[in-house]
Structure formats: C-alpha cells, structure tokens
Nanobody
Framework: QAQLVESGGGLVQPGGSLTLSCAAS????????MGWFRQAPGKDREFVAA???????YYGDSVTGRFTISRDNAKNTVTLQMNSLKPEDTAIYYC??????????????????WGQGTQVTVSS
C-alpha cells in the first residue's frame, strides 16, 4: 500500500532554514507529481510547491524565491529546502503524491496520497 512519511520539521528562528524530506513507497514514484502543502490553524490547506515527473518545478506565490523542491527517483524521496523563513510560514507541512497535470498542481483534491504532516514553527 502507498505510504508517504515526512521528516525534518521543527522550531526555527525567523530568517533561518529548514529541510523537509518525504519518503515514498508503494507506488510508481517516478511517474507521480509530488507536492508540498501546508495548513495553519484556522486556514485552508495551501499549495507550497510541486515537482512533476519531468522535474519541472512550481511554487506558490508566498514561497517563490525562498523554497526549493527536489526529487530523487532512485531513492523515492522528495525534499523541500526552506530558506529565509518567516513567522507566517508556521504550519503543518504535508507531502502529497498524485497523477496530477500541470494545470491542477495547486489543488489538493487532485492528489491521491498524503503523509501525516510535520510541524514547522518559525518563532524567535
């Protein structure tokens, strides 16, 4: 059965960096679009970044220039490097996978598999 397991969350000061990782199993990882979403208390789930099977990358407006998504098809992992973190980046971050087209990347409803989430807190 398909499984996504995130790691790397934690507490970081504003301006700091953090790297999230997601290990995938149980599906053909290399064929899937992999994405990161986040959800803060009282808010909707927000698109952060996605990388499709061609390795083309897409980002939400609020993280462009600060976050970088990458994938390793040999290890079935996807990574989110987060730099210049701000307090408003505080949220639970979720890894997601699906057979998602480029026009549907930011819609969480189109992703088939989800991780359990990892907390990121940006605070001094």
């Amino acid at each position: 059965q398909a499984q996504l397991v995130e790691s790397g969350g934690g507490l970081v000061q504003p301006g700091g960096s953090l790297t999230l990782s997601c290990a995938a199993s149980g599906f053909t990882f290399s064929s899937y679009t992999m994405g990161w979403f986040r959800q803060a208390p009282g808010k909707d789930r927000e698109f952060v970044a996605a990388i499709i099977w061609t390795a083309n990358r897409y980002y939400g407006d609020s993280v462009t220039g600060r976050f970088t998504i990458s994938r390793d098809n040999a290890k079935n992992t996807v990574t989110l490097q987060m730099n210049s973190l701000k307090p408003e980046d505080t949220a639970i971050y979720y890894c997601a996978g699906g057979l998602v087209s480029r026009t549907e990347l930011s819609n969480p409803a189109h992703y088939e598999y989800w991780g359990q989430g990892t907390q990121v807190t940006v605070s001094s």
